[in-house]
């Protein structure tokens, strides 16, 4: 069955979802233009993960990160405060600094030798009084401030967009699912990323991951037999306003120790959230506690992957080891059941290009009018909540990709070039 129009690649969102229907046409995962509107409102309005606080704990120490295709380093400045800008020189553009993580004073272009510190100002200008006659305004040409900077429970994000929500009313219910993941630590610290791309359009692994517990009974087969796992099927799918979706288990299900890696499930706290997989929209996912994903654009069929280990830095060597070995074991880029998505993800994206396919509709339908609110499993949560099997998650996700891709970008902040005064006496 194919869709009615769209014509040709530049057609608009709202023309490829139904989310009465549930379903969407596969051109979202294939057209350059849509991914150009994706990065100026979906990547500038909604908050993005950038590290977490255990990279910042003292002034000086930076991570770096990338905000849809814009590349930023985080600091904890001297003030302590965490702040986050454009990794790009203002003179010709060179990234500024080329390291993944470490502490620095200040940060010193390789290329003409522009030196910013911790705030972004330009403090440092190489020939400044011979080349630039002492006129340029240092000022004015300091690094691009993301506009906020906010954290939960350790972690952080920044968004573009002034008028966003605060970042824990952006989160949602989704709070509950940090909470939980990071009550039993007590010092929690991210591990990692590993980093490697993939064929695939972003959004194949974010709507995955917010929404589909039903392709591990087949695409994972071999893997979870080879560990001894069952699915779940006490669990509950949901969907926020903000387009994050995610699945927990239940205590109730013969299988929460295992998904919970060995929580018991009779002194369980009423009401937690034990997640099995989870987005944070747009690109920030999770599974169960311990795998924390980024799913970066890089064009639109080519995704890169930032893949973390949560840890408590308070355990013993082996206990660390333990989490790393399962952890790469299972999700990392030869991971037993990362390698089964991602061998789904690139073939969906291989078979995409064709003009008859692109004009295909895809199913979301699952559980469609038959999600509830106010779910007892779920107190507090004002979204849809669903079956454990229910794309719940996916419709989230699409509706408020829909509704930012349709809606204006942010003023950005202030980048416009500054004027060189006139030298003195002119
Ligand atoms: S590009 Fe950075 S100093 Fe020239
Ligand atoms: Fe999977």
Redesign the pocket.
């Known amino acids: 069955m194919t869709t009615a129009p769209p014509e040709g690649p530049s057609a608009a969102a709202r023309d490829l979802i139904d989310l009465d229907l549930g379903t969407l046409n596969r051109e979202v995962f294939e057209s350059g233009p849509l991914l150009r509107t994706e990065l100026a409102t979906v990547f500038t309005r909604s908050w993005l993960f950038l590290g977490h606080e255990s990279r910042l704990s003292r002034p000086g120490d930076f991570t770096t990160a990338v905000m849809g295709q814009d590349h930023v380093i985080v600091t904890r400045s001297r003030d302590g405060r965490i702040r986050a800008f454009l990794n790009v020189c203002r003179h010709r553009g060179m990234r500024v600094c080329r390291a993944d993580s470490g502490s620095a004073t200040r940060f010193t272009c390789s290329y003409h030798g522009w030196s910013y510190d911790g705030t972004g100002a330009l403090v440092e200008v190489p020939n400044h009084d011979d080349g630039y006659e002492g006129r340029l305004p240092l000022d004015r040409w300091g690094l691009v401030p993301v506009t906020r900077v906010e954290s939960y429970r350790g972690f952080v994000f920044g968004c573009w967009d002034e008028d966003a929500p605060p970042l824990a009313e952006y989160l949602d219910g989704y709070r509950g699912v940090l909470d939980w993941a990071t009550d039993g630590l007590d010092e929690p610290e991210l591990v990692g990323p590993i980093k490697w791309r993939l064929q695939g359009n972003w959004k194949l692994a974010a709507e995955?991951f917010a929404n589909?517990t039903y392709?591990?009974q087949t695409?994972?087969l071999s893997a979870t037999s080879l560990l001894g796992v069952n699915m779940p099927t006490e669990g509950r799918e949901l969907g926020s306003r903000y387009g994050h979706g995610w699945t927990i288990i239940l205590p109730e299900d013969p299988n929460y120790a295992a998904f919970t890696f060995g929580r018991d499930p009779d002194s369980a706290e009423p009401g937690h959230q034990a997640l099995i997989?989870g987005t944070v929209f747009p690109n920030f996912s999770m599974l169960g506690d311990r795998v924390l994903r980024v799913w970066h654009p890089r064009s639109v069929d080519d995704m890169e992957i930032w893949s973390w280990v949560l840890v408590d830095a308070s355990w013993s060597p082996e206990q660390r080891r333990q989490a790393m070995r399962m952890a790469t074991l299972t999700f990392s880029s030869t991971g037993i059941?990362?390698t089964?998505?991602s061998e789904?993800w690139s073939e969906i994206q291989a078979v995409g290009g064709g003009h008859v396919t692109g004009r295909t509709a895809l199913n979301y339908q699952m559980g469609l009018g038959s999600t509830t609110t106010g779910d007892p499993a779920v107190p507090g949560f004002t979204g849809e909540v669903g079956h454990i099997l229910n794309d719940v998650g996916a419709r989230a996700f699409y509706r408020r990709w829909l509704e930012l891709m349709e809606g204006p970008a942010p003023t950005l902040p202030q980048t416009a070039p500054a004027p060189m005064p006139a030298p003195s006496g002119r």
Do not use: G
Request: aromatic letters at 0%; zero cysteines; glycine letters at 0%.
């Open positions: 995955q589909d392709h591990p695409a994972h997989h059941v990362e089964d998505d789904n």
